[in-house]
């Protein structure tokens, strides 16, 4: 009978390190990691859409807390849209979206994310708030009359000496 104990000994621990190891994996798609997801896709993977989070986060310079709040713990609440610039991300995701769709045949991959020639990084170059690229020449002021009329020259300096 020593044998039976030590098989049975063997078979139990292999099922207590197979349950433990089971147990303290992660879905790569659980819904308590993105509870809020309103326009990139529910079944998106955690690791894509981490990569998408750092692919926009490199796009405008920032980081995470730019769009995410801080929940009461102290940790990032990436659910809570508390801060406008989330519902903003979202607005540009899908401003993109339309113009990948409208202008450049945007096909889209396996999860229906719109792949297409315009990203953040098109317009942001690396700068939270596009009209503040440093070194781009738009040939018009980016505050001025709004409508692609370039802003006039400003008045000639008076004459010296008089």
Request: glycine fraction near 8%; aromatic fraction near 4%; include cysteine.
């Amino acid at each position: 009978m020593p044998i039976n104990k030590k098989i049975a000994t063997i078979i139990c621990l292999s099922a207590v390190v197979t349950f433990s190891a089971l147990t303290s994996m992660r879905a790569d798609h659980d819904d308590h990691d993105k509870p809020n997801l309103k326009v990139l896709p529910k079944n998106i993977p955690h690791k894509v859409l981490h990569q998408v989070m750092e692919d926009w986060a490199t796009a405008l310079g920032v980081h995470c807390n730019f769009c995410h709040a801080k929940g009461d713990d102290g940790k990032m609440d990436f659910a809570s849209d508390a801060k406008p610039e989330k519902n903003m991300a979202r607005n540009m995701y899908k401003m993109a979206a339309k113009i990948n769709n409208k202008y450049f045949e945007g096909k889209k991959d396996s999860l229906g994310m719109v792949i297409g020639e315009i990203k953040c990084i098109t317009c942001h170059h690396g700068s939270p708030h596009p009209d503040e690229v440093k070194g781009m020449d738009m040939g018009h002021d980016m505050h001025g009359p709004g409508n692609g009329q370039q802003a006039p020259p400003p008045p000639p300096a008076p004459p010296a000496g008089n």
